[in-house]
Every structure is written in structure tokens, then in C-alpha cells.
């Protein structure tokens, strides 16, 4: 690189107390294209739930960066997943955002591909004359070349040199355990689709969720209106919180590695939950201590694109970076299989206050998002310090509340919600700085 060497853009001095991430690792284009490179297509990205694709046939379209994926599930049951594009002269297959087929037909030239990949039909092909070389060739659909699924939730790389998938999540596991176990019968997607763009970096999205410090300044108007339906103005029947409650909890959060990241909140008002009403039977399979936490407010960052929130409802939320200053995202809304009509619109008067692209938080955070990209233009800006909150608390290794749920994390923070620690942003830095040195070394990234 020609400004710093790339393990200097991650200023990260434990002894000291020093951890600061430059302005361009959010906007200099020769760093985001090494990012597409060493981090999304190494690493283990999300593409979908199982639940998306139940039946032959069913098909979704994904992104690892700027490579279009075809998630489908074969004749036999089985989830395949493959490069969306044509071995042909490599249109993308799939067009759509989901459907279901047993056939994909390429809308250029008519190759056809059943579910499992395999190429049904050339075109046309014996008036083709074709020399026997073609016929040497493959012509079926490219297999990813890793595909796992922990829980329902479908993961896949572009490179077959990543460790196994749970051992890639870690401990983020009991994370992934406490959203999924509060249904009895599975959970699954809210119908509706949401995606939209914003004009930044898709780093901004990642540090957001594990943020809570601009939750007072960035949402001030959002906490306005929780105000007045406490004191039972407005559509009291979304049944959110009363935040200056939720301002007197304790809070915490762990770093893990492979950067992962979470963050956690006590809950105030427990009753306001949606599991609420079937908590002594979540108690009662899951154990005392995991029905808390799953009432407990938590956002977890899977590293590189996917954040598990349930701070007001539970969500999946998915970026994908497109250019140094363009991110698209997507939300999909979870619920249990089942879930009573009552509680399902409760659920989603919630879900729409806050995740909305036309809610009353989300725009505030995209707002931020481009401000935040214009600002990285600035002269003489140079190492950012939205990083230090809370080092002085920082805990090696297991605190309390990670004894509770037996996981390891790598370091914790507990304290009060004034804290705002800003230590969980850590994590990924620490990652996005080892693989973007690995790649640039030609280092082996996964021992």
C-alpha cells in the first residue's frame, strides 16, 4: 500500500490502551477491493435460512460480494448452492429473488440446469457442430465450494480452505441457540421482502449494531415518541419500551474470535417481549438461565456479514458491500412457526418501529451512515477514536455473564448502560486486519 502498511490502518495497542481503525479503511478503493478478496471470499459468509428453500425446487439468490449465488434445494432434499451465472458465456442464471423450478433456463441462450446443477440441456445442440473438445468440457453449474448450515442458517464460501463451520462460529454458537430455541416447532421468515441501499461503507453497518452510544443523540427522536406511548399516547398496541428504563440496566459484551462480536442489555420490561407469554415453557426446556437471556436485550455480529438482533424484536439483518461507498442491506423478520395472530402483530409493530427502512430508527442510522462517508473526505482527518469506550473495564477472557452460559469469550465488558463501550467493535477489526495481512503476505489465513 502506499499511505501505511496494512497491519498499521488497525492501530490496536492493548498495553497501551490504544485502539484506533484509520478513516480509509471506510473509504479508499484499493483497500475495499482487497477486502472483497482476502475477507469475503475466504472467509464463511451468510446466505439464507432453510427455511427459505422447504421444498425441491425452491430457490433464493444470494451475493458473497460481488459474486451472484443460486441457494436451491434438489430433488433429493438436499441444499446446493452454486455460482449464479451460465457456464456459457456467463449471464447470471437466476434472476429472480427467490421462486421455485425445477428447472433454471438461461434467459440468453437457453442452456437449462435442474436443482442440483447439472446441465439438462444445450440448446439446440445437435445442429450445433460441436467438436468433441466441447463435449469434454463441463458444462454443469459450479458447486460453492463450502456449504454448512448451523441451526437452520445456511453459510458458504468462495474458497474451500476455511476451518468447519461450527468451529468458524465458535461460541457465537449459544447465540445463534438462544434465538433459534424460542420456538417449540422451528422458526421462521415474517413474509415481505426487505432490501435497500445506502451510499457508505458496509464496515458503518457493522459497527452499528454493536454501538449503543449513539443510541441517545442518533434516535433521540425515536425515544420521544416511546416517551409519549408510556404515558399512553400514540399506538400504545406496539407495545415497545419505555427507554429511560431500559437506560438504568446493566449491560455487557463479548469478543470472540474469527470477530465475532455481541453485545447485551438487562431487560426492564420482560413482559414486553414476545416470548413473553410462553416463557415457563421455554424455561422448562432450555433451563432458567437461558430463558433470561433470551429476554435480554442482544445483538450479535457474525463476522463479515450478518448481525443476529433482538433488542426490540428478533431480526436477521445481512450486508453486502458493492462498491467502497454503496451497501446493500437486507432484514428479515423471525418469528416461531405457530405464533398465535395475537402475538405475531404484536411482533411486527414492534419489528416496523424500529428495522423499517420507513421506521423510526433505521433512516436515522443510514442518515449517519452517509454522513459519516462524506466526513472521511475531510483534510487532516486520520486515525478515528470512536474505539476507546470502555477499554479500562475490558476483562481477558470470561466474565460473569459468560460463565453463566459456559462460553469462552476472548475478552468481556460488563457495567452500567452509561458505559457505552465501544470495545465490541474490537473483535472485528482484530479480524479484518489478520486476514487483509494474510492475504497481502500470501499467509496461510486458517491453521
Not at 1 to 30: K, N
Not at 156 to 166: C, F, N, Q, T
Not at 180 to 203: C, F, L
Request: glycine share 8%; charged share 25%; hydrophobic share 40%.
Amino acid at each position: 500500500m502506499t499511505m501505511l502498511d496494512l497491519g498499521d490502518y488497525v492501530d490496536d495497542r492493548p498495553r497501551e490502551g490504544i485502539f484506533r481503525v484509520h478513516r480509509d479503511v471506510y473509504s479508499d478503493p484499493d483497500l475495499f477491493e482487497l477486502e472483497l478478496k482476502y475477507i469475503f471470499e475466504r472467509s464463511w459468509c451468510f446466505l439464507g435460512l432453510d427455511v427459505e428453500i422447504e421444498q425441491p425446487g425452491d430457490y433464493v439468490t444470494r451475493w458473497i460480494a460481488r459474486t451472484p449465488i443460486l441457494l436451491t434445494r434438489a430433488s433429493d432434499g438436499e441444499v446446493r448452492a452454486f455460482i449464479n451465472v451460465c457456464p456459457h458465456k456467463g449471464a447470471q442464471l437466476a434472476v429472480a429473488h427467490k421462486g421455485c423450478t425445477k428447472y433454471h433456463v438461461c434467459p440468453y441462450h437457453g442452456w437449462a440446469f435442474d436443482a442440483a446443477g447439472q446441465c439438462v440441456d444445450v440448446k439446440d445442440k445437435a445442429a450445433g457442430a460441436y467438436p468433441s473438445a466441447f463435449d469434454r468440457e463441463d458444462h454443469n453449474l459450479i458447486a460453492l465450494p463450502r456449504l454448512a448450515s448451523y441451526r437452520g442458517l445456511i453459510f458458504g464460501s468462495l474458497s474451500a480452505d476455511v476451518p468447519s463451520l461450527e468451529a468458524y462460529l465458535g461460541d457465537m454458537r449459544t447465540f445463534i441457540d438462544l434465538a433459534m430455541d424460542q420456538a417449540p416447532d422451528g422458526m421462521e421468515i415474517v413474509p415481505g421482502r426487505i432490501a435497500y441501499t445506502y451510499r457508505a461503507n458496509w464496515k458503518l453497518q457493522m459497527d452499528n449494531a454493536m454501538d449503543q452510544y449513539h443510541l441517545t443523540s442518533t434516535h433521540a427522536s425515536y425515544m420521544g415518541v416511546m416517551e409519549k406511548r408510556s404515558r399512553g399516547q400514540g399506538n400504545v398496541g406496539a407495545q415497545q419500551f419505555d427507554w429511560k428504563k431500559r437506560l438504568e440496566q446493566e449491560c455487557g459484551a463479548f469478543n470472540f474470535a474469527n470477530g465475532h462480536a455481541m453485545i447485551w442489555l438487562n431487560q426492564a420490561e420482560p413482559q414486553k417481549r414476545p416470548i413473553y407469554p410462553r416463557i415457563g415453557e421455554i424455561e422448562a426446556v432450555h433451563g432458567a438461565v437461558r430463558a433470561q437471556w433470551m429476554l435480554k436485550a442482544r445483538n450479535s455480529l457474525i463476522f463479515p456479514n450478518m448481525q443476529i438482533a433482538d433488542a426490540t424484536t428478533l431480526n436477521v439483518r445481512t450486508f453486502r458491500p458493492i462498491a467502497v461507498d454503496k451497501t446493500e442491506m437486507r432484514v428479515h423478520c423471525i418469528a416461531p412457526k405457530g405464533e398465535s395472530p395475537e402475538v405475531r402483530r404484536w411482533r411486527l409493530r414492534q419489528f416496523e418501529d424500529f428495522f423499517m427502512p420507513t421506521g423510526f430508527a433505521s433512516p436515522d442510522d443510514t442518515v449517519c451512515f452517509e454522513s459519516l462517508q462524506t466526513g472521511y473526505n475531510a483534510h487532516g482527518l486520520d486515525y478515528l477514536q470512536g474505539y476507546y469506550r470502555g477499554i479500562e473495564t475490558v476483562v481477558s477472557g470470561a466474565d460473569g455473564a459468560a460463565r453463566e452460559l459456559a462460553i469462552e469469550p476472548q475478552f468481556s465488558v460488563r457495567g452500567g448502560f452509561d458505559l457505552n463501550m465501544e470495545t465490541s467493535m474490537h473483535a472485528p477489526y482484530r479480524q479484518w486486519r489478520r486476514l487483509m495481512c494474510a492475504g497481502m503476505n500470501g499467509e496461510k489465513v486458517w491453521s
